[in-house]
């Protein structure tokens, strides 16, 4: 099973910790959000991630094929916001 997982925004009402992060990457018990919400994926047996990137979606990528050994693809949205 698949799972698109849109994690582009850029995190506005979350400043000043978004000005060097991406939301998704905000450290909540020990574990950034993203890595939350793919272990609750795997959990329901996803087996594909398609994230959906943007605000600095190159350390979103790092860090999701460092931590998961799982096919994932990127889609890279256009800098159309700031």
């Known amino acids: 099973m698949k799972a698109v997982i849109p994690v582009a925004g850029i995190g506005k009402r979350l400043r000043p910790l978004t000005y060097t992060s991406p939301k ?14 793919v272990d609750g994926l795997i959990g329901m047996g996803v087996t594909e ?15 999701l094929t460092a931590e998961y050994d799982m096919p994932m693809n990127f889609v890279k949205l256009p800098h159309f916001y700031t």
């Open 49 to 63: 991630l398609i994230p959906i990137i943007g605000y600095k979606g190159e350390q979103i990528r790092e860090y």
């Open 24 to 37: 998704a990457l905000v450290t909540v018990a020990g574990k950034p959000i993203l890595g939350h919400i």
